[in-house]
């Protein structure tokens, strides 16, 4: 079991940036990648990037793709979304996730189903 705590996320307006925090502990060895999803009010959770653990290898929503950049930090057991050019889409609740499974394709990388551990969220808040 990897437990992980989200931060970072609050108010901002519109071309604004914030970063995310995502910090993990327990079964970090585990891991094989982490990610990043949002859901908005009335939405399904939506993939927005994930890092391979190993070799940082990454791999980004088209929607996020120029603006977003996810990083890590292995003696933090840290991820980071870095979040530039936010717009009133973004908002939403941002949720970090663990994967143990070592499948990385355009079909499991954006697969909820495909993570086995998630944080609590944090709420990002873009104003126009």
């Known amino acids: 079991q990897v437990h992980m705590v989200e931060s970072g996320g609050g108010l901002v307006q519109d071309g604004g940036s914030l970063r995310l925090s995502c910090a993990a502990s327990g079964r970090t060895f585990s891991r094989y990648a982490m990610g990043w999803f949002r859901q908005a009010p009335g939405k399904e959770r939506e993939f927005v990037a994930s890092i391979k653990w190993t070799d940082s290898t990454t791999y980004y929503a088209d929607s996020v793709k120029g603006r977003f950049t996810i990083s890590r930090d292995n003696a933090k057991n840290t991820v980071y979304l870095q979040m530039n050019s936010l717009k009133s889409e973004d908002t939403a609740v941002y949720y970090c996730?663990?994967?143990?499974?070592?499948?990385?394709?355009?079909?499991?990388?954006?697969?909820?189903?495909?993570?086995?551990?998630w944080g609590q969220g944090t709420q990002v808040t873009v104003s126009s």
């Open positions: 996730a663990a994967r143990h499974g070592s499948s990385w394709s355009r079909y499991t990388i954006p697969n909820p189903d495909e993570y086995d551990n």
